[in-house]
């Protein structure tokens, strides 16, 4: 596929302006901010998009695309679901502290907690990406549990809220100290928390 | 103690802010926005505030102070450590959906990702409470392994974190979908994890 220059403009404006909504948030992005990170001027931008609305939406699409893209390659093969399990909380960590996806954080987080009160469609999209995130893990669970692998009494709901809910909480201690122990911790926790699920066989 | 105008003025101001600031954040939050729920004009705001950080900070030192105060009230005359670490997860989560401390969810979450990039007075308040949470938790544990109560093998450090990343994590899920199931599930699942840390005697 060879793209055109106004696709390659528009994925280049998507992809600067990802990171830089990530770091400040929605309502803090200023348009010279984007102007700046993409090095375009203002009708550069407006050209792609009819909004910075439109340009936000585009924007989280993408970051959680490449988170996604993630999971799916560390996945790809992998069949006890226990270790599936393992694999999604040692990709998040890694995706937050060793090879970061995305300068600033986690961008389904940021952008709960940004639009919480405020962007209605930004918001809307955060849910779609949490009721996927939820999704692939419940899923995972129940495989386990038609395996014989995890046991039966366990909840996929409550496994999935505890795994996000402990590493996005993690996340947010260790963005406001700069410093990777809380996310460790955590790692730490959620991996004994996973194997307690297992059934013995 | 008899407050002064100026004082119950200043005091009025912090406590209407508080909720402006912890439903929009720092930087979405306006002078309009302000003025509106003061009741009160820039200068009669200004009188008591040289900025809007400053105003922020006392804002988040109030919210603080309100949370802490649910803490210290729930606490009184309780000795157990495990029933102190119940009780901390209890009014944590009573704090956000059943009587809440404030609109808008928990101040500390709040601050931490607004300002993650951004406001460095902020951060480093909202540091401090953090540092403040983890310490009191941290110190239920050793009391309780003092007393022979918690496990020996436990790290305190380790039990502040997943309490506090497991509890901030469910109300961004909250906060995004609406509706407490997921803060309920973690209660559900912290106050069996604290029942593991006990020592069987």
């Given at each position: 596929m060879v793209l055109s220059k106004?696709?390659?403009?528009?994925?280049?404006?998507?992809?600067?302006?990802?990171?830089?909504?990530?770091?400040?948030?929605?309502?803090?992005?200023?348009?010279?901010?984007?102007?700046?990170?993409?090095?375009?001027?203002?009708?550069?931008?407006?050209?792609?998009?009819?909004?910075?609305?439109?340009?936000?939406?585009?924007?989280?699409?993408y970051s959680v695309g490449l988170v996604q893209q993630r999971y799916a390659e560390a996945l790809r093969g992998q069949r006890l679901a226990i270790e599936r399990?393992?694999?999604?909380?040692?990709?998040?960590?890694?995706?937050?502290?060793?090879?970061?996806?995305?300068?600033?954080?986690?961008?389904?987080?940021?952008t709960a907690v940004d639009s919480d009160d405020a962007h209605e469609g930004l918001k809307h999209r955060a849910q779609a990406a949490m009721d996927k995130w939820r999704t692939m893990l419940q899923k995972i669970v129940l495989y386990g549990q038609n395996r014989g692998e995890i046991l039966a009494v366990v909840d996929p709901e409550s496994v999935a809220t505890i795994v996000i809910a402990t590493l996005e909480g993690a996340v947010m201690m260790s963005g406001l100290y700069g410093d990777r122990t809380h996310l460790d911790l955590a790692h730490r926790h959620l991996i004994q928390y996973?194997?307690?699920l297992q059934a013995t066989s």
């Open positions: 106004a696709q390659l403009t528009r994925s280049h404006i998507i992809h600067k302006s990802a990171e830089v909504f990530n770091q400040f948030g929605y309502a803090r992005t200023s348009l010279a901010d984007l102007m700046q990170a993409t090095g375009l001027k203002k009708g550069g931008i407006y050209n792609h998009f009819a909004s910075k609305d439109e340009l936000a939406i585009a924007a989280f699409d399990l393992r694999i999604v909380v040692d990709t998040f960590c890694s995706g937050i502290a060793d090879e970061p996806v995305m300068k600033g954080g986690c961008p389904l987080m940021n996973i194997d307690s």
